[in-house]
């Protein structure tokens, strides 16, 4: 009789664990090539996404854990609701005040680009960079910098295609992003890389990709997605 009691309160403490897993939410919003979205709305893919699927199939929850939302919206409810989890996103001094950087998904360097038709444009250090118009995206840490370092002329769009579509068009002068990044949102819009060309190498940005849950979420539930994360190596 005594092991059937044991037995059944482990199968309720296992039921609870794995119920609190599935009140797992994660934001998301289009990045080619980090994150694919089809035409139905629903993120499909990418490069980070495909390592979040992993982790998703470790904890044996369902690819429609992933919601896409825009991006503003994604971190404030990660700022602000436990079990919220964000992706992909770089560490922040500010940021790790309401997040927990729990799973490293990918390395990349950032780098400020101009249009190569643009000869007019030099740039030899940051403070030179500092006169000219920037394209960024809202709330991204690659904005944060650029505020962080006094550069006035931010033209901010509110996600990233939009953003290379704006430099494309002459809209600024410059733009902040990884390699990667703008050659796969140049692929996407139509454009050929050749069109820019790297001014500056931000080498002093830690710009590696993290998947960041909120910090109110309960530390069983942050080891359980850190352990799969973790199982990935």
């Not at 809202?138 to 290379?164: C, G, H, P, Q």
């Amino acid at each position: 009789m005594k092991s059937i009691i044991v037995c059944l309160i482990l199968f309720l403490c296992f039921k609870a664990y794995s119920d609190d897993l599935k009140n797992i939410v994660i934001y998301s919003d289009e990045d080619i090539p980090y994150v694919t979205i089809n035409k139905e709305g629903i993120i499909d893919g990418g490069i980070a996404t495909e390592v979040i699927y992993k982790i998703l199939n470790k904890l044996n929850l369902p690819k429609s854990t992933i919601e896409s939302v825009p991006w503003a919206r994604a971190y404030f409810n990660a700022t602000t609701k436990p079990n919220v989890i964000i992706y992909p996103i770089v560490k922040t001094k500010e940021r790790q005040e309401n997040l927990d950087f729990i799973i490293k998904l990918l390395d990349s360097t950032v780098f400020l680009y101009k249009l190569k038709s643009r000869a007019d444009i030099k740039v030899k250090n940051l403070n030179e960079a500092k006169k000219y118009r920037v394209c960024a995206v809202r709330d991204d840490y690659r904005a944060d910098y650029l505020k962080l370092n006094k550069f006035e002329y931010i033209e901010l769009a509110t996600n990233s295609t939009l953003n290379v579509k704006k430099f494309i068009e002459g809209r600024c002068d410059l733009i902040i992003s990884t390699e990667i990044g703008i050659q796969n949102k140049l692929k996407n819009l139509k454009y050929e890389f050749n069109l820019i060309e790297n001014v500056f190498s931000l080498k002093n940005l830690d710009s590696a990709l993290y998947a960041a849950i909120n910090k109110n979420t309960s530390k069983e539930i942050k080891d359980k997605i850190k352990l799969a994360g973790d199982s990935l190596k």
